[in-house]
């Protein structure tokens, strides 16, 4: 098959995948530049395009600060998820600590429904006086990525020659001088793609921090989001507009860290 031919039939092939992904994203831009009256009429693209969902929405709940606490949270927890995940994951695999079911058990609990989760972390936030602030979301977030960060690091870890641990304990170094100097450059690109994919996950969470924050200063923004939805309408326009304002930083951070992302989760970070 000549290469043009080629193009074309995997152009075609990946155009139903492409509409799939990119329809809800355009859709949303279009119910962002209807009216209210034009929303209900159903339509695809709206018939008298306007912008004053936008300035609307900034102007009926604090997108901006929103957009900060879910950024500070899902950075931080990100990176307490890591700390955490990291040196487990290696003393796992390395040290054997725990045996073969402790990896299996790691994961089991992240199958569990988060709802199941929900009194018992409310009552202990409360009484460590954690409720409805940042540092408590950040703590939530970091210990329940902890299982996902563990098990994408694991790959990385075991596609990681021995030798050259084995090399270093020679030389006289500990479990832990070996981690942070000898590993940790070494499988960078997947602890970057770790950290990319926890990240997103605390930024789209929605139950924990619905449950957890009640004012602005701490509220993030799917929670935000929501607050668009009144008793007796919803304001489709002014919602559309703050989710494309809320989503920016995620397709940001995917543009940009995309080599990172693909290559640390394609190749396990072995140089």
Do not use: C
């Not at 009484?127 to 970091?142: E, H, K, S, W």
């Amino acid at each position: 098959m000549k290469p043009a031919a080629r193009h074309l039939w995997l152009g075609l092939a990946a155009a139903p995948v492409v509409s799939f992904f990119a329809l809800p994203f355009l859709y949303l831009i279009a119910v962002s530049l209807k009216t209210k009256d034009d929303v209900l009429n159903g339509r695809f693209w709206p018939t008298a395009p306007t912008l004053t969902n936008w300035p609307a929405a900034f102007d009926a709940a604090n997108i901006l600060g929103f957009i900060l606490n879910s950024v500070i949270v899902s950075l931080v927890s990100g990176l307490v998820t890591i700390a955490l995940a990291l040196p487990s994951a290696y003393a796992v695999l390395r040290l054997k600590v725990g045996g073969k079911w402790l990896s299996d058990v790691t994961l089991s609990s992240y199958m569990a429904p988060p709802i199941v989760a929900l009194i018992p972390l409310f009552f202990l936030l409360k009484t460590t006086g954690l409720l409805d602030t940042r540092a408590g979301l950040v703590l939530i977030y970091g210990f329940a990525n902890v299982p996902v960060a563990f098990w994408l690091l694991m790959p990385f870890l075991r596609r990681m020659p021995i030798e050259i641990e084995q090399a270093a304990a020679m030389d006289g170094a500990g479990p832990f001088r070996t981690l942070l100097q000898i590993v940790v450059p070494i499988i960078a690109p997947g602890i970057v793609a770790t950290f990319i994919i926890v990240t997103v996950l605390s930024y789209n969470e929605f139950l924990f921090a619905s449950a957890f924050t009640f004012s602005d200063a701490t509220r993030t923004l799917p929670v935000g989001i929501s607050l668009f939805q009144g008793d007796r309408l919803v304001n489709f326009g002014q919602m559309a507009a703050a989710s494309l304002a809320g989503i920016a930083p995620v397709y940001l951070v995917a543009l940009f860290m995309q080599r990172y992302l693909v290559s640390g989760l394609a190749h396990g970070g072995v140089k």
